[in-house]
């Protein structure tokens, strides 16, 4: 539900974070809005210094000697993935977070689950197929672990799809989940926001409008009418209201009676 203090907050500054969480590797991701798109804000990637997270594949040692994961000698559920959490949200501006509820449960006061058959996980999925085209196939830095998860992707049509029982995934594609989940997210309150901001707009409306019907029919009152020139006018209420409700004109106070 979306509440007065979302009104202060949401905006183009906020961003939406994604986690994905198994125990071998945990994934923060944040996305923000620009220009009317989405685009990638920040990730940090958390997994076990022994690589046992990427046992078979023989791109880990290259990734090791990275900034792009970050090592501890501790299972996900034993070191602070709290706190982490808490520092890349505020690090990001992040307003909401988007997570499988199937995974580690989060506990945010704007924590949204993000079903796998949700219209915006397809979403999430044409954003960033968009996104690899525009950059020619470059999504992601050439040889960095995030490219070799989105490689590891099934194509279907030209396209990244998530796995099914017939296409299959050829590696581990946890960032992508977690990049999914914020966009979800992001997608889930965005639209939610704007739906309430027309609701609280539509009710705003029509209790002007109910004003100018309590005013009596003879009434004078002064209006600025728009077509086919912005004209000042003085009109019987009974001539206004019409014009006021069309939205060619506006209502600027009563006239002398």
């Known amino acids: 539900m979306v509440t007065e203090e979302d009104f202060k907050y949401w ?8 986690v994905s969480v198994v125990r071998d590797l945990a994934i923060i991701t944040a996305v923000r809005s620009v220009n ?44 602070n993935f709290g706190r982490a959490l808490r520092e890349f949200c505020a690090q990001h501006n992040s307003y909401v977070i988007g997570f ?13 689950p993000i079903a796998k058959e949700s219209p915006h996980v397809g979403r999430a999925l044409e954003i960033l197929n968009a996104c690899d085209r525009e950059y020619q196939g470059g999504l992601f830095p050439t040889g960095s672990g995030r490219e070799y998860m989105w490689c590891s992707l099934p194509m279907l049509q030209g396209k990244r799809v998530l796995p099914t029982k017939k296409l299959l ?19 889930t309150f965005d639209a939610e926001f704007w739906a309430e901001k027309r609701k609280r707009t539509d009710a705003q409306c029509r ?9 009596p029919a003879d009434t004078l009152v002064w209006v600025i009418v728009f077509s086919p020139n912005r004209t000042r006018k003085l009109l019987k209420m009974s001539e206004a209201l019409p014009l006021l409700k069309s939205r060619t004109a506006v209502f600027e106070g009563l006239g002398e009676q």
């Open 11 to 18: 905006g183009s500054d906020a961003s939406a974070c994604g």
């Open 207 to 215: 209790a002007v409008e109910a004003a100018w019907e309590a005013i």
């Open 100 to 112: 499988d509820s199937g995974q580690t449960p989060v506990a945010h006061p704007r924590a949204i």
């Open 36 to 79: 009317c798109g989405i685009t990638l804000a920040g990730m940090q990637m958390f997994t076990p210094s022994d690589g046992r997270a990427f046992r078979n594949c023989p791109y880990w040692s290259r990734w090791r000697g990275t900034d792009e994961f970050i090592l501890h000698d501790a299972g996900v559920d034993e070191f």
């Open 169 to 187: 995934a050829t590696g581990r594609y946890d960032c992508i989940n977690a990049l999914i989940y914020a966009i979800g997210a992001w997608l």
